[in-house]
Structures are given as structure tokens and as C-alpha cells.
């Protein structure tokens, strides 16, 4: 009698267990499957950043877990307790999703609560909606130590999730940007613009050059930005 267990990938992650009860040669008499079970994103609301945010939070989950998560829409956040326990992961603004109103959605603040693979990720305004899930995954352990995919560190989460996360806070300035300065190419923008949400910066790129040097590329970036 052979046992094994083999992993592999196809469009999703999927254990395949494999018991060999009598083996003749190449053949083998039974095989079982176990697909993993979907995890459930529930996005509330269609601003774009949050749309956007929903799905960097299943890239990244399924990136770190191995596992398939999907977006499901909803016209509204769960229900209030003593409803019945939240299920899933919500992300939407505080508003859409029912919660406590933090502050003015002119400023930036989040609140996620979060057991497991259920609860609600949330801000105050729909940019700061992808804020709160950067923080969600900083918690989890991700990092983004440098603009570009090279500084993007993933960590390999244990399955079942079952890590809780409590974060509640304002920022303490409306204005969190970067300036970049020198002959910037379009990509160091490009790389920038992707890199400093993650980090909690609010703002575009301020990007100064000396136009008398600009090619037609730099003037694109600048007219882009400004």
C-alpha cells in the first residue's frame, strides 16, 4: 500500500490525495479530491478605490494563503449584532458598511475588525477604504519596503486564517504625500503611485523637473500629475 499527497496548481490551488488500495503496473485504483472551500470578499459600495481595494485584497490573500477567494457585491453591510455573525470579509466605507462614523469623510481615518477570515475592513472615505486594507495586510504580516514589485514581501500565512485584527485610527495630517525630485522617468512615477497607499500616503506624487530638459515622456508624467 502507497500513500502520498501531492500538491499542485491549476486554475486554483487544489489538494489532490492520492491512495493506492491495489496498484497493477502505472495504474492506480482510486483517487479522491478535495477542492479548498472559497473565501468570500464582500465589497459594499462602487467608488472606484473601492472596487480596487477589494480586489488587492483578494490578489494579495490568495497570493499568501494559496487559496481562492471571491468578490461578491452587496448593497449593504452586515447586520448590526445581535444579528448573526458577521461572514466574510467586508470592505467598504464606514457609511455603506453601517459602522460608527469615526469622523468628517474629509479626513482620512479606518477601523477594521477582523477574526479570522470574517469581520470589516473599513474607512472613512473611499481612498481611505484601500488604506485600511494595506493596513489590514501590513497586520498580517505583508510589507512594501520600496517602490516596485521587488520590494513587495508576501509572507506564506498558515491555513485556516485565523489571525484577529483591531485597528481604529485617525491620521493625524489630510495631507501624506512624496515629492519626488530630479529627472524622474514615467515608470519611477508609475512605481510611486502604486507604492504609497500602501505605506498610508493619501496624496499623488508632487513632481518637479527642470523643464527646459524634459523630453516627451517626462512632460507626459508632469502634465498627468499636475
Known amino acids: 500500500m502507497v ?15 492520492l491512495q493506492t488500495v491495489a496498484a497493477t503496473g502505472n495504474s492506480i485504483d482510486m483517487i ?15 467608488a472606484t478605490p473601492t472596487q480596487f481595494a477589494a480586489k488587492e485584497l483578494r490578489s494579495l490573500l490568495s497570493q499568501a494563503t494559496r487559496q481562492n477567494f471571491v468578490i461578491r457585491t452587496r448593497r449593504q453591510g452586515p447586520r448590526p449584532a445581535p444579528g448573526p455573525p458577521i461572514d466574510g470579509l467586508w470592505v467598504g466605507t ?7 462614523v469615526m469622523c468628517d469623510p474629509i479626513h482620512a481615518a479606518i477601523d477594521i475588525q477582523t477574526n479570522g477570515l470574517n469581520g470589516i475592513i473599513s474607512g472613512s472615505n473611499a481612498p481611505s477604504v484601500l488604506l485600511a486594507v494595506y493596513r489590514y495586510l501590513t497586520e498580517l504580516g505583508f510589507r512594501w519596503v520600496r517602490p516596485g514589485r521587488d520590494g513587495e514581501l508576501v509572507p506564506q500565512l498558515t491555513w485556516p486564517l485565523r489571525s484577529k485584527v483591531s485597528v481604529r485610527e485617525q491620521a493625524s495630517y489630510d495631507h501624506r504625500a512624496v515629492c519626488i525630485e530630479g529627472a524622474c522617468g514615467w515608470e519611477h512615477v508609475r512605481d510611486m503611485i502604486n ?15 527642470l523643464r527646459a530638459h524634459e523630453t516627451e515622456a517626462d512632460l507626459v508624467c508632469r502634465l498627468l500629475l499636475e
Open 3 to 17: 500513500q502520498a499527497d501531492i500538491q499542485c496548481t491549476e486554475s486554483h490551488y487544489a489538494i489532490f490525495n
Open 32 to 46: 479522491k479530491r478535495n477542492p479548498p472551500t472559497k473565501s468570500l470578499v464582500y465589497r459594499v459600495g462602487c
Open 195 to 209: 507604492w504609497m497607499p500602501k505605506l498610508g500616503f493619501n496624496t499623488s506624487v508632487s513632481y518637479t523637473h
Open 94 to 100: 464606514t457609511q455603506e458598511l453601517g459602522q460608527p
